[in-house]
């Protein structure tokens, strides 16, 4: 898609930097607007504003929504949420964003930071977003997790989360929340349960998250 714009303003004789000051001389994206509400012909402060800048300025405005509403659904919890699943202090331990057939998966790893007492484990939150090109792919797979998984012990349904939703604990080494919203799943597990670990904050939280989407 960007090669797409520059080819485009290539076409239309538009050089970089005529829009380079629209969006470096702050505020830009208010500028933006402007240019999107203006006639034909305009000038905005000394720039003259043509019906060809105001397609640029459409293709830049909606790049800007795309990413800024994109980072706002996409982000890994954050150290106080994780920190409230686990109580105890935790860091971030891992951080990855990957597509794999279609799939766009971000996940992250907050891993809690032991004090070397002799009670305290090795303990993991694991969170994977899971992004499907459709909301039908993404039943299907939410309906696989359930066939490979049903019968198993301390696995039930979760009402009042997103379309669909499991959860599941032995109590003693995991506690996993699975939500289906639309064409997005969202796993929340953490490996290694401590007396510390709080599956009240963490349906807190899940809830939060998926509500948001």
């Known amino acids: 898609m960007f090669a797409e714009c520059s080819g485009w303003f290539y076409r239309q004789k538009l050089g970089w930097s ?3 000051q629209l969006l470096t001389n702050p505020p830009g994206f208010p500028k933006l607007l402007i240019i999107l509400n203006s006639k034909t012909i305009q000038t905005v402060n ?3 504003i043509s019906s060809a800048m105001k397609k640029i300025a459409l293709v830049l405005y909606m790049l800007l929504v795309y990413f800024i ?3 706002q659904n996409h982000p890994c919890i954050s150290q106080k949420e994780a920190e409230e ?3 105890r202090p935790a860091h971030l331990s891992m951080q990855k964003t990957e597509t794999i057939e279609n799939i766009v998966k971000y996940r992250c790893t907050w ?6 007492d002799a009670e305290s484990r090795e303990s993991n939150l694991y969170y994977l977003f899971e992004e499907y090109d459709k909301t039908a792919t993404a039943e299907k797979s939410f309906a696989h997790i359930i066939s490979q998984n049903e019968g ?5 349904r979760l009402p009042g989360f997103g379309d669909e939703a499991i959860i599941q604990t032995d109590s003693m080494n995991f506690q996993l929340i699975i939500v ?5 799943i969202i796993r929340i597990k953490v490996n290694k349960v401590t007396a510390t670990t709080s599956m009240k904050e963490m349906k807190t939280i899940t809830k939060k998250i998926t509500d948001s989407l």
């Open 18 to 20: 005529t829009l380079k």
């Open 152 to 156: 198993m012990p301390g696995l039930y």
């Open 46 to 48: 000394g720039l003259i």
């Open 180 to 184: 289906r919203k639309s064409d997005k």
């Open 111 to 116: 891993s809690m930071i032991r004090t070397g």
């Open 69 to 71: 509403s994109y980072g």
């Open 85 to 87: 699943i686990l109580g």
